[in-house]
């Protein structure tokens, strides 16, 4: 049974910081790209960023310098470092995982940027 468990949001004050962890079980996670995605009400999920299973990575033209996605294959887990965090980027975070044709979401994490 392949579990996608995402955790870390919450609120916080824009130009804060907050960590995004994802862990998994189930998967072959070294071989998976993960990917964060972003969703606010009446817009589609847009990616945030992805790490391959090489650990490139790719990003958002909006959260360049600002997120740092890593992943832990050791414990199958991939995090997300939201730094200088904006009110742009509250929305509702999901972790995903794909190998070819299989794709995996998490439940998601509420992230609330406000003063």
């Known amino acids: 049974q392949v579990q996608v468990v995402e955790s870390g949001g919450g609120l916080v004050q824009p130009g804060g910081s907050l960590r995004l962890s994802c862990a998994t079980s189930?998967?072959?996670?070294?071989?998976?790209?993960m990917g964060w995605y972003r969703q606010v009400p009446g817009k589609q999920r847009e990616l945030v960023a992805a790490i391959r299973s090489s650990s490139s990575t790719t990003y958002a033209d909006s959260v360049k310098g600002r997120f740092t996605i890593s992943r832990d294959n050791a414990k199958n887990t991939v995090y997300l470092q939201m730094n200088g965090l904006k009110p742009e980027d509250t929305a509702v975070y999901y972790c995903n995982a794909n190998f070819q044709r299989d794709f995996y979401w998490g439940q998601g994490t509420q992230v609330t940027v406000s003063s």
């Open positions: 189930g998967i072959t996670f070294g071989a998976y790209v």
